[in-house]
């Protein structure tokens, strides 16, 4: 009974897997603001020149993250499309300066984590000017070997 549960529980965990694996990805442009390279954002890290802003899930964040960020989980209800309904998402945004001026790099996992992405449409919809979207996200930084902070 307990090695049927534990094949269960396994089949379960892999199913998860696989449906996140199989998001579609992100778009590859932000009306307003920019999509940045992983060069782009290791430079802005090195210079301290932005604050970046991991959409993680805490937990996530706590396992690593780009040096410096802050945590801001992103929680998403609504579909993984451009035209995203936010109103059923929750984002808080006490994390981010008031300075509308203030440069801001938002990234999750990678190419289909939709949560930067929707964090970074929702600053610039609120008048932030300088939003940054590192599209490959935290895979990306990690497969250049940059700094993790734990």
């Known amino acids: 009974m ?3 549960a534990l094949i269960c529980t396994a089949a379960l965990i892999c199913l998860n897997a ?6 579609p990805p992100t ?15 290791a ?4 210079s301290k020149g932005a604050l970046f802003v991991d959409t993680r899930s805490a937990l ?3 396992k690593g993250h780009v040096p410096g960020a802050v945590t801001a989980a992103y929680k998403e209800k609504s579909d993984r499309v451009e035209k995203f309904d936010a109103s059923i998402d929750s984002f808080d945004f006490d994390k981010i300066p008031a300075d ?5 790099v938002f990234y999750s996992d990678g190419p289909t984590g939709w949560k930067s992405y ?6 610039v919809q609120k008048g932030y000017t300088q939003v940054m979207y590192l599209r490959g996200g935290f895979t ?4 250049k070997n940059l700094p993790v902070e734990r």
């Open 118 to 123: 929707k964090a970074a449409v929702l600053a």
């Open 18 to 23: 696989s449906a996140a694996d199989d998001a």
């Open 140 to 143: 990306d930084w990690t497969a």
């Open 43 to 46: 430079a802005l890290s090195k």
């Open 27 to 41: 778009p590859t442009t932000l009306k307003g603001g920019k999509v940045i390279t992983v060069d782009d954002a």
């Open 100 to 104: 509308k001026a203030a440069k801001i």
């Open 60 to 62: 996530n964040f706590a």
């Open 2 to 4: 307990l090695r049927r």
